[in-house]
């Protein structure tokens, strides 16, 4: 069964640094596109920073580069999203997401699919 299943998050305060893990099972994360998106109260799901499996090439939003690094670690079969700096506008629910049909939401970046998502975690930085 393809599951995703996130951790990390949580209350960080402005200027501070949060990891989050996307560890997955049912598949190889190094054969399949991961991406990261988050979701602000009242607005849609956003891309944010993805890992193409093609060629292992990086994306990043502008509004996050310099300040947030993905990673992937093939051994433990777990994607990262290290997040530095954090403000509070990156108050949002964090997605992990990859090139899977699933049942739900789907959508795509960089001309990426994303269909199979972990279960979100909510990353707050308080004004």
């Known amino acids: 069964q393809v599951q995703l299943a996130q951790s990390g998050g949580g209350l960080v305060q402005p200027g501070g640094s949060l990891r989050l893990s996307c560890s997955a099972s049912?598949?190889?994360?190094?054969?399949?596109?991961i991406g990261w998106f988050r979701q602000a109260p009242g607005k849609e799901r956003e891309g944010i920073s993805c890992?193409?499996?093609?060629?292992?090439?990086?994306y990043y939003a502008d509004s996050v580069k310099g300040r947030f690094t993905i990673s992937r670690d093939d051994h433990k079969n777990t994607a990262y999203l290290q997040m530095n700096s954090l403000k509070p506008e990156h108050t949002a629910v964090y997605y992990c997401?990859?090139?899977?049909?699933?049942?739900?939401?789907?959508?795509?970046?960089?001309?990426?699919?994303?269909?199979?998502w972990g279960q979100g975690t909510q990353v707050t930085v308080p004004s």
């Open positions: 890992i193409d499996s093609s060629d292992d090439s990086t």
């Open positions: 049912g598949f190889f994360l190094n054969s399949h596109a």
């Open positions: 997401g990859t090139d899977i049909v699933g049942p739900e939401y789907a959508t795509t970046w960089n001309g990426i699919f994303f269909g199979t």
